[in-house]
């Protein structure tokens, strides 16, 4: 499998066992997706890498070997994986899948529902979301929906105000009402951590956070609902594959009650598993 995606990639080192797993699918997708005798997932740094590392741990027992691929933006594991370079992807909501399948025609499918991961609104200059001062820079994502995503974050916070019924879509030149006038900039999510000393606040995805060695439940100045819908994030598979016995394996191994263990004491809340 092409590596040429990976920006941290790590090897599982499990050794396919004869007769286990997937390599007993009768279908002509499984012996091709397992032809090199490795499922390639990609995700993005953070908790979705580490999520994945626990899950091939679990496969490896049962002769599924996986390879882990990280990336740090929301644009690439689709493009390695609609381009033939990952088996599946785990890292994205629902909406931001469909937003990238209709602008860029790429044939992916939801296969099961994750976690869902909220994103807050952050600042190294206030604790507290009143103190957000007129004129302030506030950054937030520039990935398709991210961007919409963070403005209805700051309008739940009663920061701005937009269209009534405005989609996931809306931009920054959508907002009606901006009574400090803030200064929304749009930035790779991955960097937002890191660019807190330059802005007064920013809508960062809790997996950047958590990356960045921030606790969400302790930093934030404001958080999104766990329970919209939207938020939910998926493992995604190319649609040709969606029915490959490795991928169910895939999918079994994740929603075991080990990995919902892991993520409860590993995230401490700020990672909500969806079983």
Same mark, same amino acid.
């Given at each position: 499998?092409?590596?040429?995606?990976?920006?941290?990639?790590?090897?599982?080192?499990?050794?396919?066992?004869?007769?286990?797993?997937?390599?007993?699918?009768?279908?002509?997708?499984?012996?091709?997706?397992?032809?090199?005798?490795?499922?390639?997932?990609?995700?993005?740094?953070?908790?979705?890498?580490?999520?994945?590392?626990?899950?091939?741990?679990?496969?490896?027992?049962?002769?599924?070997?996986?390879?882990? !691929?990280?990336?740090?933006?929301?644009?690439? /594991?689709?493009?390695?994986?609609?381009? =033939?370079?990952?088996? $599946? %992807? +785990?890292?994205?909501?629902?909406?931001?899948?469909?937003?990238?399948?209709?602008?860029?025609?790429?044939?992916?499918?939801?296969?099961?529902?994750?976690?869902?991961?909220?994103?807050?609104?952050?600042?190294?200059?206030?604790?507290?979301?009143?103190?957000?001062?007129?004129?302030?820079?506030?950054?937030?994502?520039?990935?398709?929906?991210?961007?919409?995503?963070?403005?209805?974050?700051?309008?739940?916070?009663?920061?701005?105000?937009?269209?009534?019924?405005?989609?996931?879509?809306?931009?920054?030149?959508?907002?009606?009402?901006?009574?400090?006038?803030?200064?929304? !900039?749009?930035?790779?999510?991955?960097?937002? /951590?890191?660019?807190?000393?330059?802005? =007064?606040?920013?809508? $960062? %995805? +809790?997996?950047?956070?958590?990356?960045?060695?921030?606790?969400?439940?302790?930093?934030?100045?404001?958080?999104?609902?766990?329970?919209?819908?939207?938020?939910?994030?998926?493992?995604?598979?190319?649609?040709?594959?969606?029915?490959?016995?490795?991928?169910?394996?895939?999918?079994?191994?994740?929603?075991?009650?080990?990995?919902?263990?892991?993520?409860?004491?590993?995230?401490?809340?700020?990672?909500?598993?969806?079983?």
């Amino acid at each position: 499998m092409s590596k040429k995606w990976g920006v941290l990639a790590t090897i599982a080192t499990g050794v396919i066992l004869t007769g286990c797993g997937a390599g007993q699918s009768d279908s002509a997708e499984s012996e091709d997706l397992l032809s090199d005798g490795v499922l390639t997932v990609g995700v993005t740094a953070g908790p979705h890498e580490d999520i994945v590392n626990e899950v091939k741990k679990i496969a490896a027992e049962d002769g599924l070997e996986i390879e882990v !691929v990280s990336f740090t933006d929301f644009v690439k /594991p689709n493009t390695a994986l609609a381009e =033939g370079d990952l088996d $599946i %992807n +785990s890292f994205q909501t629902g909406i931001f899948l469909d937003t990238v399948v209709e602008d860029s025609g790429y044939d992916l499918t939801k296969i099961e529902p994750t976690v869902t991961i909220p994103m807050g609104i952050y600042s190294e200059k206030y604790s507290d979301i009143s103190e957000i001062k007129e004129g302030d820079v506030i950054g937030i994502p520039n990935s398709p929906t991210q961007e919409g995503r963070a403005l209805q974050l700051f309008e739940d916070a009663g920061l701005i105000t937009l269209p009534e019924g405005s989609s996931i879509e809306v931009t920054t030149s959508d907002i009606e009402e901006n009574p400090l006038n803030l200064d929304f !900039v749009t930035t790779e999510a991955a960097q937002l /951590p890191a660019q807190l000393q330059d802005v =007064g606040a920013a809508g $960062i %995805n +809790s997996n950047f956070v958590l990356d960045a060695g921030m606790n969400p439940a302790e930093t934030s100045l404001f958080m999104e609902d766990v329970d919209d819908l939207f938020q939910v994030n998926y493992i995604v598979s190319r649609t040709e594959n969606k029915d490959d016995e490795a991928l169910a394996q895939f999918v079994e191994y994740y929603k075991t009650p080990e990995i919902k263990q892991f993520i409860e004491e590993e995230f401490k809340g700020a990672l909500v598993p969806s079983w």
